[in-house]
């Protein structure tokens, strides 16, 4: 019975201390969790220390922390000139932008004055029209006056003058007609052409313009892509790597 009470105290002995144990991992994982709450804390404490005293100092650090402040002045560097290429790319879309609009308006100014000289000479063409139209009927008026007073003997002879009054008026009238209309097709023609050229000029400009803030573009692209990092350990065998070799010195593996 002896052995068995011993063997009951050993078993209840490890399970009180396996207890003990626990609880003590459980509070040292508490501990634990507030150690890196308040590291947390102090990382962030520490960052707002470091800003206030760079942009207190930003010229005048001491220079035991040369070798910290020299990453942040090199990252504002590339930061500002990230900004000036923005601003070359915005600079150089609205300059397409400008010579965009100053291509409509062209094309605008040309349609305008290709109307405005149809009209004129749509306006050329009536007048000349309207001016033989005007003079025959004083004509007739002047005759049919003359008739009213001749006497009736006389009405045949000047019914037939009247008649014969008309048919050279008549005349005129179609070959001022076909005139006008002749006229009217080659100032047309002549529109269309100058508005073609117009529009094949303003089109090639505009191309142009497309052309060059395309390649400025792709040329601001790649000055600004990043260059690709060089690996300080080796691949392979993890061992540091000399810069600028081309293999691993420890296991002969090929760099990049």
């Given at each position: 019975?002896?052995?068995?009470?011993?063997?009951?105290?050993?078993?209840?002995?490890?399970?009180?201390?396996?207890?003990?144990?626990?609880k003590d991992t459980a509070e040292t994982?508490?501990?634990?969790?507030?150690?890196?709450?308040?590291?947390?804390?102090?990382?962030?404490?520490?960052?707002?220390?470091?800003?206030?005293?760079?942009?207190?100092?930003?010229?005048?650090?001491?220079?035991?922390?040369?070798?910290?402040?020299?990453?942040?002045?090199?990252?504002?560097?590339?930061?500002?000139?990230?900004?000036?290429?923005?601003?070359?790319?915005?600079?150089?879309?609205?300059?397409?932008?400008?010579?965009?609009?100053?291509?409509?308006r062209q094309a605008k100014e040309a349609?305008?004055?290709?109307?405005?000289?149809?009209?004129?000479?749509?306006?050329?063409?009536?007048?000349?029209?309207?001016?033989?139209?005007?003079?025959?009927?004083?004509?007739?008026?002047?005759?049919?006056?003359?008739?009213?007073?001749?006497?009736?003997?006389?009405?045949?002879?000047?019914?037939?003058?009247?008649?014969?009054?008309?048919?050279?008026?008549?005349?005129?009238?179609?070959?001022?007609?076909?005139?006008?209309?002749?006229?009217?097709?080659?100032?047309?023609?002549?529109?269309?052409?100058?508005?073609?050229?117009?529009?094949?000029?303003?089109?090639?400009?505009?191309?142009?313009?497309?052309?060059?803030?395309?390649?400025?573009?792709?040329?601001?692209?790649?000055?600004?892509?990043?260059?690709?990092?060089?690996?300080?350990?080796?691949?392979?065998?993890?061992?540091?790597?000399?810069?600028?070799?081309?293999?691993?010195?420890?296991?002969?593996?090929?760099?990049?």
């Amino acid at each position: 019975m002896g052995a068995f009470d011993d063997f009951g105290k050993k078993i209840s002995d490890f399970a009180g201390n396996t207890l003990q144990k626990g609880k003590d991992t459980a509070e040292t994982l508490k501990l634990d969790m507030k150690i890196g709450e308040e590291n947390d804390k102090l990382k962030g404490l520490f960052s707002e220390l470091g800003k206030a005293y760079f942009e207190a100092h930003p010229d005048d650090f001491d220079e035991s922390l040369g070798a910290l402040v020299a990453p942040i002045k090199e990252a504002q560097a590339k930061i500002q000139g990230y900004n000036d290429e923005k601003a070359k790319i915005k600079e150089a879309e609205e300059a397409a932008k400008a010579a965009a609009e100053e291509a409509e308006r062209q094309a605008k100014e040309a349609e305008e004055k290709a109307k405005a000289e149809a009209e004129a000479a749509a306006a050329a063409a009536a007048a000349a029209v309207a001016a033989p139209v005007e003079q025959a009927a004083e004509t007739v008026e002047e005759k049919v006056d003359n008739f009213a007073e001749a006497t009736g003997e006389k009405f045949e002879e000047a019914k037939e003058t009247v008649e014969n009054a008309f048919e050279p008026v008549e005349e005129k009238a179609e070959e001022v007609k076909e005139a006008v209309e002749e006229k009217f097709e080659e100032v047309k023609e002549t529109v269309e052409e100058k508005f073609e050229d117009a529009k094949e000029t303003v089109e090639e400009k505009f191309e142009t313009a497309k052309e060059a803030v395309e390649e400025k573009v792709e040329e601001i692209k790649e000055d600004i892509a990043p260059a690709k990092p060089v690996p300080k350990f080796c691949s392979k065998c993890g061992s540091p790597l000399i810069p600028g070799a081309k293999f691993c010195g420890s296991c002969g593996n090929k760099i990049g």
